[in-house]
């Protein structure tokens, strides 16, 4: 051990250029320097010549303990003085000061890569936290950077320096500093950080592919030649993406769980479908996870601008369509493929625009993917389930004929146009097949076949677009078949049979209270320019809303035998059974007979034919037997996913290349979501709770002794304010139900408890139903005093609910299609 050399000084260390500081420090003017090692007795004038004197006993005698030397030991040991520095006193023996102050023990530095791997990643989310952020323009992103490291990181930088130089800071002290600037130094230019982040394997280039290669009219250094100007798009790391989505916590774990059929007869997802059953038919050795595809054009730009059409884009999405709803829910779990502009779809067949695409899913097909989960190294092989998008845009990718009016419009049959306009039934022998698709392209008319040629998809190995069993319940349903019957039940309550005028139906749907779950979707006043035309112009999510509470707006006010009316609650019933995220397959054949019975009166009560999207509606029974849900597949979130790229767009000056700005823009937020683990939201989230430590009172704590619940009552138990529960908030007041398939209990919270073992123990009071009103299509129900202590809420099948009051009586809007609540 080194000792100072000034008497009394009870310093030690096992550094000698820690004693050099010392010496520096605390005893300042020396006029002589004596060694203290051993006999040697030699004094110096200089610190300098003394330490350099020092330093050769201490390699000589010591050179076993220097060996083992580190930065974390200088760093401990510089704490000895530097704790004491301040107050300018000598250190004793003891680590007691003179003038009787107790000295703090030194702290332990441990684990220094990890702190200095944590700054790292500190510093790079910084800067994608803000690349994130759809409103953010890139530029001004690195000009902040810039900044800071300007005005803010080189003051720091010289203050640092000056320590050091002055004896204030020590050489290791000033190398760990070094270290933790250089976290933030290197992130000035766009380049810089995208370097560092492909070091972290964060991201990879996304691929600039071109779809032609054509001499264009050019004017170059002001002469007008032709140049060549190669059109682009861009096709994003898939198989990365899929690895990192996979890699990242709970990911795996969660698509595995959801991958298997169900056993309880029910239809969720797109692996209860037939189709996938039997395209994995002989691969259960394999994990093999669906993927959907979904293509949609959206413009970027003012849409009545003259270059609102340049600026217009295709976007690529993919999905895992097995995961549960409340995560597809979220627009992080939907990733993005690829863009090309909607202009050059125009002019490029689907091959030069796809093939790069297709390329990438049969390798993801034929070869898997390697990931790395716990550890273990996995193949993992992907197919694609379905190819989604809306009617126009799915017809234009597969190559089918896109007119709504063609004799032969239908992807699913050959119906011609004069009897889709009567079909109320489904016809499966007029089904498209591989063979007669064949036929149609060797025919070459399509007129004759609605086929005008044979789809590139079909190269993937499993996949046929005859087997492309996909309708979208936004476009079909909600946009579709309740546009239309709105339009002609409202015509008719309005101006027929004159039960309420526009301003009563107009003021009643103001007044109506939607709750907090809808709110946000409440639709604007109807028009009498558009509903004297049988005309409705909403959003699907306003038609949604306007449709799902029109019986408790209105119904009161029509009779109870009103044909009109009879025909809106089959198209409330064929609503309520197509939005369910599961559906008994034993409901399947009563979905057939509400549809033909719904066509049927379509027909007779309005004069009207069937347009195209009622005859999308009747294949809606075998879609749900092929391929799972409609909802879990619709076209809803994939449009929602446009949002990013349109806000980008509005800040982004560059049009020049769009597609690969908006491709480096999608890959900075899909690092953000990987470093933050964004995917798997918690099923419980508490993070937001506001937490009061209060005693239960005796009713309740009766109450939780009777359900055998485990909860310490010697002290005092934490009520929370609020929770999330996959995705909904549920506080004091929410209303909510806990159910099987056909039976349900509804119960509203009193309070939140969080017991010792950190479960949530819900007091609640429950909620009986009177009866069913078929008139209003709604459960009545009735709040009651009685208390319900529940626990394991995450376990059941839970759905928070808004009730509607309508006079003195409160109503659950539900048809009741097979679903009862339970009293008990």
Not at 183 to 197: D, V
Not at 298 to 321: L, M
């Amino acid at each position: 051990m080194i000792r100072c050399i000034v008497e009394r000084c009870q310093w030690v260390s096992s550094s000698y250029e820690r004693l050099y500081d010392h010496l520096n420090r605390y005893h300042q003017p020396l006029s002589k320097f004596c060694c203290n090692i051993d006999s040697c007795t030699r004094t110096f004038n200089l610190r300098a010549s003394f330490i350099r004197h020092y330093k050769k006993h201490f390699l000589k005698d010591m050179h076993r303990d220097t060996s083992n030397h580190s930065l974390n030991a200088d760093i401990q040991n510089y704490s000895d003085f530097s704790d004491s520095a301040s107050n300018n006193i000598i250190p004793t023996e003891d680590n007691k000061l003179i003038d009787g102050n107790v000295e703090s023990d030194p702290l332990p530095v441990t684990g220094l890569e990890s702190v200095l791997q944590k700054m790292d990643n500190l510093c790079v989310g910084l800067n994608l936290k803000w690349l994130n952020i759809n409103s953010f323009p890139r530029t001004t992103v690195f000009e902040i950077q810039r900044d800071i490291h300007k005005n803010i990181l080189v003051p720091i930088e010289d203050l640092l320096k000056t320590l050091h130089s002055i004896g204030l800071l020590s050489k290791e002290g000033k190398q760990l500093t070094d270290s933790m600037m250089r976290n933030y130094t290197g992130m000035e230019t766009e380049y810089k950080f995208i370097q560092m982040l492909k070091r972290n394997d964060l991201f990879v280039d996304a691929r600039e592919f071109i779809i032609s290669n054509q001499l264009q009219p050019s004017v170059v250094n002001n002469i007008q030649q032709m140049d060549n100007d190669p059109i682009t798009g861009i096709l994003m790391p898939i198989q990365f993406q899929l690895r990192k989505y996979l890699e990242s916590p709970n990911v795996f774990q969660t698509i595995m769980s959801n991958l298997a059929p169900s056993t309880d007869g029910c239809i969720r997802s797109i692996v209860d479908g037939n189709l996938w059953k039997s395209r994995t038919a002989g691969m259960s050795p394999k994990i093999v996870v669906p993927i959907n595809l979904f293509f949609d054009d959206f413009t970027t730009g003012d849409t009545v601008s003259p270059h609102a059409s340049t600026t217009s884009v295709c976007g690529i999405y993919y999905y895992v369509p097995c995961l549960p709803g409340h995560i597809l829910s979220k627009l992080v779990n939907i990733f993005v493929a690829g863009y090309v502009l909607s202009e050059d779809r125009k002019s490029h067949t689907n091959e030069e625009l796809f093939t790069n695409l297709v390329n990438v899913l049969i390798e993801l097909e034929c070869d898997g993917l390697q990931i790395t989960v716990d550890e273990q190294k996995l193949v993992v092989y992907f197919m694609v389930g379905s190819i989604t998008g809306d009617n126009l845009g799915l017809a234009g990718i597969l190559d089918l004929v896109e007119s709504a009016r063609a004799n032969y419009y239908c992807r699913r049959c050959k119906r011609d146009r004069t009897q889709r306009e009567t079909d109320t039934i489904e016809h499966p022998k007029s089904f498209r097949s591989i063979a007669n698709y064949e036929t149609d392209i060797e025919l070459q008319d399509v007129s004759m076949t609605g086929v005008k040629k044979c789809s590139i998809f079909n190269r993937i190995p499993s996949f046929h677009i005859v087997r492309n069993v996909y309708f979208d319940l936004m476009h079909d349903l909600w946009e579709g078949v309740c546009v239309y019957g709105l339009g002609h039940c409202l015509n008719y309550f309005v101006y027929k049979k004159k039960y309420f005028d526009l301003n009563q139906l107009n003021s009643r749907k103001n007044l109506f209270q939607f709750g907090n779950l809808h709110s946000s979707n409440i639709p604007n006043d109807l028009l009498d320019t558009n509903l004297s035309k049988n005309k409705i112009k909403m959003t699907a999510s306003e038609i949604k809303t306007l449709v799902t509470f029109l019986p408790l707006i209105i119904g009161d006010k029509i009779p109870d035998q009103d044909e009109v009316w009879t025909y809106f609650c089959n198209l409330l019933k064929i609503c309520h059974i197509l939005m369910l995220r599961e559906i008994p397959s034993s409901m399947v054949p009563l979905l057939r007979e509400i549809i033909d019975l719904h066509h049927s009166q379509y027909q007779t009560l309005f004069g009207d034919t069937l347009k195209p999207k009622h005859h999308n509606l009747v294949h809606y029974p075998s879609f749900l037997e092929d391929s799972g849900t409609a909802r879990h597949q619709w076209a809803m979130r994939g449009e929602a996913k446009h949002r990013d790229a349109k806000q980008y767009c509005r800040v982004n000056n560059n049009k020049i290349n769009l597609c690969k700005s908006l491709g480096i823009k999608i890959s900075y937020k899909f690092a953000h979501s990987v470093i933050n683990e964004l995917f798997i939201p918690p099923m419980i989230d508490l993070s937001k709770s506001k937490t009061i430590l209060a005693q239960l009172t005796s009713e309740h704590r009766n109450l939780i002794q009777k359900s055998n619940i485990a909860l310490n009552f010697s002290d005092s138990v934490k009520h929370l304010s609020s929770f999330v529960l996959c995705s909904t908030v549920f506080s004091k007041g929410t209303v909510f139900y806990l159910g099987q398939v056909n039976l349900i209990r509804m119960y509203e919270v009193e309070n939140i408890i969080l017991n010792d073992q950190n479960q949530l123990i819900l007091i609640c009071k429950k909620m009986i139903y009177s009866c069913f009103n078929r008139h209003l299509q709604s459960f009545e129900i009735i709040r009651t005093n009685e208390l319900q202590a529940l626990c394991n809420i995450e376990k059941m099948k839970t759905q928070a609910v808004n009730l509607h009051k309508l006079g003195s009586k409160l109503y659950y809007r539900c048809c009741n299609i097979n679903v009862h609540i339970d009293n008990n």
